[in-house]
């Protein structure tokens, strides 16, 4: 029950950090998707039906707090949540650098989904340059963020295993 407490509480931190302080050091106008990072990591660690679970919760509360379309990354955060969650038995969770390569594919996953799921809703046939381009600054961002976080996720998990 603690542990969905702090989930709960990290999420509506990492979305207040992501809406004020990072906001104003975006590159291009883009800016980290920390709440992305805390549900891949989330998935990392966690069972495929609660780390989907959890991905939906932030997408939603993400949704929420945006005032966009709603569900479009309640949708995105827990199918990229579902794949990570799919990939963590293949993985050596015990090297820190595993993070890297796994936020490249849920950063990649979750911006397909979203594109997608937005070309379907507003029918725009436009593709435009700028797409690839905040692509990559967005997977950058989350790249820097991945190793603390996973580093964090690693403890919290190691600590509750030895008990």
């Known amino acids: 029950m603690a542990r969905y407490v702090v989930l709960t509480l990290l999420s509506f931190l990492v979305l207040f950090l992501q809406s004020t302080i990072f906001s104003s ?9 920390l709440v992305l990072v805390l549900v891949v990591n989330h998935a990392m660690f966690a069972s495929g039906r609660r780390s989907v679970a959890y991905g939906v919760f932030c997408g939603l509360l993400e949704d929420l ?30 090297n820190m650098l595993v993070g890297l390569p796994v936020m490249v594919v849920g950063t990649a996953v979750n911006l397909l989904i979203c594109f997608l799921l937005l070309y379907f809703i507003s029918g725009n046939t436009y593709v435009n ?4 381009e905040y692509g990559f600054y967005q997977l950058v961002y989350n790249c820097i963020f991945a190793i603390p976080v996973y ?11 030895r008990f």
């Not at 050091?25 to 998707?33: A, L, N, Q, S």
């Open 25 to 33: 050091y975006g590159i291009r106008g883009v800016i980290p998707d």
């Open 65 to 94: 707090f945006s005032a966009r379309i709603i569900g479009i990354n309640a949708i995105a955060k827990g199918i990229t949540a579902f794949i990570v969650s799919r990939l963590q038995f293949r993985l050596f969770q015990d």
């Open 129 to 132: 340059i700028n797409i690839l």
């Open 151 to 161: 580093y964090l996720f690693y403890r919290a998990n190691r600590k509750r295993a």
